[in-house]
């Protein structure tokens, strides 16, 4: 994705998904008002993740398919020399396959679930990302126990944005690698330039 010549915190003020890469330069009191939270659609839902897990966002590309890999798991990728898993969010959310449109790309974040607490990187496919939001902890209601489209413990809390719910995810959970049936690894050195 081309980035636009703005300065850090100009990018930021604005909610650019771009602002992840920025985090470390934020302003200290902007970050202490509330959690700061990437949202994205997701099958016509929004859904918001904490942005301290998230690593990049890069264009959606066919990952390389792995034999025997977990239906979730779409295949793996080579993000700068590194083996990253990527998982299709709808299909872990009980639902068919996401087919890709112009705005899929990957979300790279970081969970737990490598070897001796060691954190995961993994990809996550979505539908489009939306923006940068604060969200203040009084505007997070606990998660519901019925009425949504995925498992109660996938998610957080449900977060108040401009008079309508965002899913804020529990990405430890939605990412566990024993769930999706995976080994626990480090990511490794990708052979070749695949994709």
Partial sequence: MP??????PARARRG???AAHDRA??????????RQYLTFTLHQAMYAVAILAVREIIEYGSPT???????????????????????????????????PGKRTCI???????????????????????????????TDIEPAPTFGTQIRGD???????????????????RVLALDELGMPA?????ASGTGG
Avoid: C, Y
Wanted: hydrophobic share 45%; glycine share 12%.
């Fill in 16 to 18: 650019s998904p771009h």
């Fill in 25 to 34: 330069e934020a302003p200290a009191e902007a970050l202490s008002e509330g």
């Fill in 3 to 8: 980035e636009a010549s703005h300065s850090a």
């Fill in 107 to 137: 979300v790279i974040v970081e969970a737990s679930g490598g070897q001796e607490g060691q954190r995961q990187v993994m990809g996550m496919v979505v539908d489009s990302v939306s923006e940068v939001l604060d969200i203040p902890d």
């Fill in 65 to 99: 398919v792995v034999p025997m890999m977990p239906a979730a798991v779409r295949g793996v990728i080579n993000l700068r020399g590194a083996v990253v898993p990527v998982v299709d969010l709808q299909v872990r959310f009980g639902g068919q396959p996401a087919a």
């Fill in 154 to 172: 996938f998610i957080e809390g449900m977060g108040k944005v401009r008079g309508r719910f965002v899913i804020v995810l529990d990405i430890e």
């Fill in 185 to 189: 690894v480090q990511a490794e050195p």
